[in-house]
T-cell receptor, first 114, second 116 residues
Framework: AQKITQTQPGMFVQEKEAVTLDCTYDTSDQSYGLFWYKQPSSGEMIFLIYQGSYDEQNATEGRYSLNFQKARKSANLVISASQLGDSAMYFCAMRVDSSYKLIFGSGTRLLVRP | NAGVTQTPKFQVLKTGQSMTLQCAQDMNHEYMSWYRQDPGMGLRLIHYSVGAGITDQGEVPNGYNVSRSTTEDFPLRLLSAAPSQTSVYFC???????????????FGEGSRLTVL
């Protein structure tokens, strides 16, 4: 069975600083994908970034990067130069390539301080 | 740009009542799914479909039924509502093809359901 663990229920970061949100995963499959989603207070879910298990380089999308450490089974999200609009819930998720199911972690609430 | 449309946005039910949450998408996505979101538990998959006439169970399917008669629509039915089904429900759709596959989902705005 697949499992996603986010151990930080809430975090604070000062505006313009970088922040790392932790995510660990568990799967016996060799081929899988890791994803991060953002949920602002308005409630919608927004796809941020994707990392394939065979990708040699860490994924980046603008100010978002995914620190992928396969041996440790971790897929941490790094947000650089935090902005007030980054305040939101962030969910890590995983999908094994043999399945259509996307499994989510419990989320981390990030608050950016001015 | 409609994307994924869910109705209703809010609903209050009494225990034992039935209702259907509607979901429609206009992106021609093969994959559609329903999640529920509860505090501290993230999103949990209820049911999903990879095309018309094809449905399958997710992590928490009990108490819910689905059907997929068209590519566009994927309704979620609660046959006999229980207080434990009080939650926020999200419908999401995605493409089954490509490298990212069904990991990149497009979500509706959510439906907040309260069962008394």
């Amino acid at each position: 069975a697949q499992k996603i663990t986010q151990t930080q229920p809430g975090m604070f970061v000062q505006e313009k600083e970088a922040v790392t949100l932790d995510c660990t995963y568990d799967t016996s499959d060799q081929s899988y994908g890791l994803f991060w989603y953002k949920q602002p207070s308005s409630g919608e879910m927004i796809f941020l970034i994707y990392q394939g298990s065979y990708d040699e380089q860490n994924a980046t999308e603008g100010r978002y990067s995914l620190n992928f450490q396969k041996a440790r089974k971790s897929a941490n999200l790094v947000i650089s130069a935090s902005q007030l609009g980054d305040s939101a819930m962030y969910f890590c998720a995983m999908r094994v390539d043999s399945s259509y199911k996307l499994i989510f972690g419990s989320g981390t609430r990030l608050l950016v301080r001015p | 740009n409609a994307g994924v449309t869910q109705t209703p946005k809010f609903q209050v039910l009494k225990t034992g009542q039935s209702m259907t949450l509607q979901c429609a998408q206009d992106m021609n996505h093969e994959y559609m799914s329903w999640y529920r979101q509860d505090p501290g538990m993230g999103l949990r998959l209820i049911h999903y479909s990879v095309g018309a006439g094809i449905t399958d169970q997710g992590e928490v399917p009990n108490g819910y039924n689905v059907s997929r008669s068209t590519t566009e629509d994927f309704p979620l039915r609660l046959l006999s509502a229980a207080p434990s089904q009080t939650s926020v429900y999200f419908c999401a759709s995605g493409s089954t093809s490509g490298r990212v596959g069904t990991g990149e989902l497009f979500f509706g705005e959510g439906s907040r359901l309260t069962v008394l």
